[in-house]
């Protein structure tokens, strides 16, 4: 590693007896010299005829062996001081150069001696402002609701950072971090348990993201771990989607949500992908569409019940009565309340450290989510075999489908039964002997 050494200019002493300190650093073999705003007194030998050192110490680089009653002592203690801090000063440099791959160059050390701000990476980015960049990424790459999420996440981390005074940047990112953000959003702010890992997966995408483009060196967001915990999963029953799909409302606004929710019961579409569909993505027998998030190809036949619900807009273009999730969520669960949906259901939530177990009317937990869960979860119990569950919602991940499965009641007592209705056939004799 480069050094940086002090010496005094002899040549330059003035009338007084005074030699000004000067610093040097060499750079691939020559020095660069800066005249430092300090002078020492020296002693002039008559006899050699020349200036020498006095109080100065060549080999130590410092002003040595004075005493506190020496007429320049306070003086030298602030030279002294200097030089450390100036070395000091010198060395971060040269530890930088070494950490960012910059070789220390005339021109660097210049401007170190200037008194210049150096800035080894000009082209390197805050935290925020490669943040934003991956925004702008994810609204070109994902879909605007996704890219809409990640936007969400990093308003979050902002607030984090603003309340609870963490400063946020890439060196920041390890498990103290983790730790502060997660008892900032459960214990603080005291959200769900699940909403944790929702943010962490985002921030450690956005962490891989700028990693794979050298904004940063480090990979201590591998060790954020922040498994989501498996919640009930609420969906409809075989009989209570026949009994909604068929009840007769009388308010038009829950005949329309019903047949909005109901289509996303019989198809697995996510509702994002339900509400642009029109007459267009209909040929050859099929409603064919491309996903918005993951941009895959889903071909689905037409069937009875997904021509019932379509047959019932026919002066339309659009396939169905568009909604906003809000208002889907709102709806719906009036509507199920009307139709009788009301079996008490278990539903796990997690705060904090503590799983909450409820038993509400099954109608208070249905929402726009529940429809995709319906189809995959009927369709699983009525036999239908994961791949073509996977092609139908387009799906890619199995370990998502195996979140969403939960097998009924009534399959299971069929699947006992066909295991061990046949294990006894008799009833047991006595053994009681007759007297």
Request: charged fraction near 30%.
């Amino acid at each position: 590693m480069a050094k940086i050494g002090f010496h005094l200019n002899y040549s330059k002493t003035d009338k007084n007896g005074f030699a000004p300190v000067r610093a040097k650093i060499a750079v691939q073999s020559r020095p660069v010299i800066k005249t430092l705003p300090f002078k020492v007194k020296v002693t002039w030998n008559d006899t050699k005829k020349k200036y020498e050192r006095g109080k100065w110490n060549d080999s130590k680089q410092r002003l040595y062996n004075f005493r506190e009653s020496d007429k320049y002592s306070a003086e030298y203690k602030k030279i002294n001081a200097f030089l450390d801090s100036y070395k000091a000063k010198a060395n971060d440099l040269f530890n930088d150069c070494i950490l960012n791959d910059v070789p220390l160059a005339e021109d660097l050390v210049r401007k170190f001696f200037n008194g210049d701000k150096i800035n080894l990476n000009p082209s390197k980015k805050s935290f925020w402002e490669v943040y934003d960049e991956y925004l702008k990424d994810c609204d070109q790459s994902l879909s605007p609701n996704t890219a809409r999420m990640h936007k969400a996440n990093k308003k979050k981390l902002e607030k984090f950072e603003k309340e609870m005074g963490y400063e946020m940047n890439f060196d920041s990112m390890n498990l103290i971090f983790f730790d502060e953000f997660k008892n900032y959003i459960l214990f603080v702010k005291e959200h769900e348990y699940n909403y944790f890992p929702v943010l962490i997966r985002r921030l450690k995408s956005f962490l891989n993201w700028s990693y794979k483009r050298n904004y940063h060196k480090s990979r201590e967001f591998d060790k954020f771990s922040a498994p989501e915990k498996q919640g009930s999963v609420i969906h409809l029953t075989f009989e209570e989607l026949q009994q909604l799909i068929n009840y007769p409302f009388e308010d038009k606004t829950f005949q329309r949500v019903r047949d909005f929710y109901c289509f996303g019961c019989l198809t697995g579409a996510r509702f994002g992908d339900i509400k642009h569909l029109t007459k267009d993505n209909i040929s050859d027998g099929s409603l064919k569409f491309t996903t918005e998030k993951t941009k895959v190809s889903i071909v689905i036949p037409l069937y009875e019940g997904l021509t019932t619900i379509i047959n019932r807009y026919p002066d339309q273009h659009k396939l169905l009565p568009g909604y906003a999730n809000q208002n889907i969520n709102k709806y719906i669960k009036k509507a199920c309340k009307e139709a009788g949906i009301k079996t008490q259901t278990e539903n796990l939530t997690f705060k904090k450290n503590e799983t909450i177990r409820a038993h509400k009317p099954k109608y208070k937990l249905i929402g726009s989510h529940t429809a995709r869960k319906t189809f995959v979860c009927l369709a699983h119990g009525k036999g239908m075999d994961i791949p073509t569950i996977m092609s139908c919602t387009g799906i890619r991940n199995i370990d998502t489908i195996k979140r969403y499965l939960e097998v009924s009641i009534q399959t299971k007592e069929e699947k006992l039964n066909d295991m061990f209705g046949g294990l006894i056939v008799d009833p047991p004799v006595s053994d009681t002997k007759n007297n």
